[in-house]
């Protein structure tokens, strides 16, 4: 008999299982590997830029966080900004601008970037503009350093990874099933 039973199928689809589970927990576990990396990353020139200028602040240097006279599209420019606010959180001077000025965080960012000596997060100071965000307080005279950079390229490799991982995720489905497939027909063919 050509045709395989439904007792055959529920069969070779039992023997399948525990490889499609750990296809899925593998390609699973190394996308969100990859994202992180990828999000995280995002971090890392604003990090640099916020600490360094926090730290020469702090020993009574002026900010140099606009010296070079550019002004950095924050909703279009993939270039790192910064934003120096006083301690009341009013922006005194910096590189990134929306829509031709300087924004303000959420309410309660300040005050958190107080207790925990700085913070790191997602801002969206306007739809569809997110900023992978680091704010470090200034010691000493107080104040706080903003910097941070547009994340829309990373998005868009975060996308790419998801779409790859969906596409090794179906391969490895449909291979790892006709494998089960062929070995399950083999046996049968033996047995028989």
Known sequence: MNTLSAISWKKMFLHWLPLGLVATLCI?????VGQQVLRQSAYDPAVQLSTDIARS????QPSSSD???????MANSLAPFTIVYD???TPISGTGKLNGHFVTPPPGVFAYATAHKGDRFTWEPDAGVR?????????GSGGFVLAGRNMSEVERRIVRIGDLSLLAWLVTFLASFAAVVVIDRLHARRAA
């Not at 699973?28 to 969100?32: E, H, I, R």
């Not at 010296?67 to 599209?73: A, L, M």
């Not at 900023?131 to 010691?139: F, H, K, S």
């Open 28 to 32: 699973g576990t190394s996308y969100l």
């Open 57 to 60: 602040m702090s020993t009574g």
């Open 131 to 139: 900023i992978a965000t680091v704010i470090t307080p200034v010691g």
């Open 87 to 89: 301690s009341a959180g």
């Open 67 to 73: 010296t070079s006279g550019v002004v950095v599209d």
